[in-house]
């Protein structure tokens, strides 16, 4: 191959140590080229440590919209040595690796290499600190991207830090440029994305800013929580706009403390909500069973990880649905959901809310680190229908807070709103709120507290049903939850046959009444998760009792790759 032709969909991969700036070249890169006019996605996988190891993100480019992973790397940016060994696998023949001239001598006779004298560049700017704008240049130069938005976005990361600082990398982005333009020149690259103008106008965010944006929308006033990877940007976002929102973040010593706090806010009439991830949650349990005894509405953001204990800590996993589904003591009601995309970030999150308050249970929001630090343009979010449901009474001077009722919901009152006394008590206690051991007035509290899952099942999300044909009878049904929404969908798209469906599920607990009915649509249905147990198959079992027999799992701490995807689905359907 003598030169490097790309046309409609490109990705390009950055991968260097920690600490060469690998994040600031993907920041500048997505916003420039959405602002260039084109459809952007970005995913990266990174190690547990601030110096050193080798870090990478993967940004597609593309002329259509594009929302997953792929294993296909068409440039490889390599900022070090070790960069093409860590990706070896993903590298092809036809995969171009942009390096600095001093890099990677020994490898010419096994890959495409191109060499720009990134570092000599930035040594005449001032200093290697320079060299990611001259790469980000370069790249944005061979995208097209002009170089007034380049600019613009440039400015808009650097002002901030002064004149000198912002000057500096305005000189590295027009070096960048140069360079770019002199491999284009070469004859050496050649990319052809459609541009839309239009783009430009288009939102760009991650995951977790749109499951933040369902916060502040859902009515969120309270956060307490303990910094653990991947929920801390959550905690950041929502700490970031406490002002503006009228909102209060507080950063709890301890996992025990966070929930416990949040359980007081929300005991006082705050919507609260708190962020972890796995081995932080498992501290919070007991929290969630005194939130199920007190009932107290909290809204907990699980943003899972590999395990056990700290795991793959930077690394993305669906191991968590069971400490979800069964952590606490005791029994009572809980909710599960678990966004695909990004308007099911927004709008399940808000609806967390109003379930938690509804219900007066805890209700959970399964993320992971891929959908957590996923970011794509989308053209808008939608708030039609997002309204905030007030469930908080007035209290009479007869309240009882635990009053029995036919569906298990008893009104909420709040301390100090009316003439009614507010009790809660963590032990077993009567329809006042007073401490009892009855046993007549236990079973009827814990059956109370239990009855509320008939309304809960009624208000249960239904799955999306995702097929090129509008027919109820398919050769396979993919089944998949959270994070997998993007890669599966993608790979419907590209085998565009009307015989496969895609069932997504957001809501994974309690289930709607008719998944059974959706699962038998199929002659046979599959299901992806990144877990090794397949946890959600096994919920589906025990809730429905349809076995899935054929479990595609994924548990290295990698998402699952359109590559893969599209091969599993062309198995399990004869190699066709």
């Not at 995913?43 to 002329?63: C, D, H, L």
Request: hydrophobic share 40%; charged share 25%; with cysteine.
């Amino acid at each position: 191959m003598n030169s490097l032709n790309l046309d409609g969909d490109v990705s390009i991969v950055l991968c260097g140590e920690a600490g060469q700036g690998i994040q600031t070249v993907e920041n500048i890169l997505v916003k420039s080229i959405k602002t260039g006019g084109y459809n952007v996605f970005s995913t990266k996988e990174y190690m547990s440590r601030v110096r050193g190891g080798q870090n990478s993100t993967q940004i597609r480019v593309s002329s259509n919209k594009v929302r997953a992973y792929v294993d296909r790397i068409d440039i490889l940016v390599a900022l070090s040595e070790r960069a093409v060994e860590h990706l070896k696998d993903r590298i092809s023949d036809d995969t171009w690796i942009i390096c600095d001239q001093n890099l990677l001598h020994d490898l010419d006779d096994y890959y495409n290499i191109i060499r720009v004298p990134f570092l000599d560049k930035a040594s005449e700017l001032g200093g290697p600190i320079f060299s990611n704008v001259i790469a980000a240049g370069a790249l944005s130069c061979i995208l097209g991207i002009d170089k007034d938005d380049f600019d613009e976005c440039i400015t808009a990361m650097f002002e901030s830090k002064g004149e000198k600082i912002l000057s500096g990398d305005l000189k590295a982005g027009r070096e960048g440029y140069s360079l770019g333009q002199t491999l284009i020149n070469s004859g050496e690259i050649s990319v052809n994305v459609n541009k839309n103008s239009h783009l430009k106008n288009d939102i760009l965010i991650n995951g977790t800013e749109a499951v933040g944006l369902g916060c502040i929308s859902g009515g969120c006033r309270f956060m307490s929580s303990y910094p653990m990877t991947p929920s801390s940007p959550l905690q950041v976002f929502i700490a970031s706009n406490a002002h503006e929102f009228d909102m209060v973040f507080e950063q709890a010593e301890d996992e025990i403390a966070a929930i416990n706090m949040a359980l007081g806010a929300s005991y006082a009439g705050a919507r609260s909500i708190v962020a972890t991830s796995g081995s932080g949650f498992a501290l919070m349990v007991e929290g969630v069973g005194l939130a199920g005894m007190i009932e107290t509405p909290i809204v907990i953001y699980l943003a899972q990880r590999p395990g056990p204990a700290v795991g793959l800590p930077t690394r993305t996993a669906q191991e968590d649905l069971d400490l979800a589904l069964y952590g606490s003591p005791g029994e009572f009601p809980r909710i599960i959901l678990a966004p695909g995309n990004f308007q099911d970030a927004l709008e399940l999150s808000h609806h967390a809310f109003n379930l938690a308050d509804k219900y007066q249970i805890p209700v959970f929001i399964l993320s992971d680190q891929y959908f957590a630090d996923i970011y794509y343009n989308i053209e808008n979010l939608d708030l039609d229908g997002l309204e905030v449901d007030n469930h908080i009474i007035e209290t009479p001077s007869d309240y009882n807070r635990y009053e029995l009722t036919p569906d298990g919901i008893s009104p909420r009152g709040i301390p100090g709103y009316g003439n009614g006394l507010v009790l809660a008590d963590s032990d077993e206690h009567d329809a006042e709120g007073h401490i009892s051991e009855d046993l007549n007035v236990r079973t009827l509290m814990v059956q109370k507290r239990l009855k509320k899952m008939d309304k809960i099942k009624e208000d249960a999300f239904a799955p999306e049903l995702i097929s090129a044909s509008k027919s109820d009878n398919f050769k396979l049904m993919v089944v998949g939850w959270g994070s997998t929404y993007g890669p599966i969908k993608e790979a419907l798209e590209e085998l565009n046959r009307e015989d496969i469906a895609f069932l997504h599920f957001k809501q994974i607990y309690p289930l709607t009444k008719n998944t059974p009915n959706l699962l038998a649509m199929a002659e046979k249905t599959i299901i992806l998760e990144n877990n090794a147990k397949g946890q959600f198959a096994n919920l589906i079992k025990l809730e429905t009792g349809f076995e899935i027999h054929d479990k595609f799992l994924k548990y290295n701490g990698m998402p699952y790759s359109v590559e893969e995807v599209v091969k599993i689905l062309k198995d399990n359907l004869g190699g066709i």
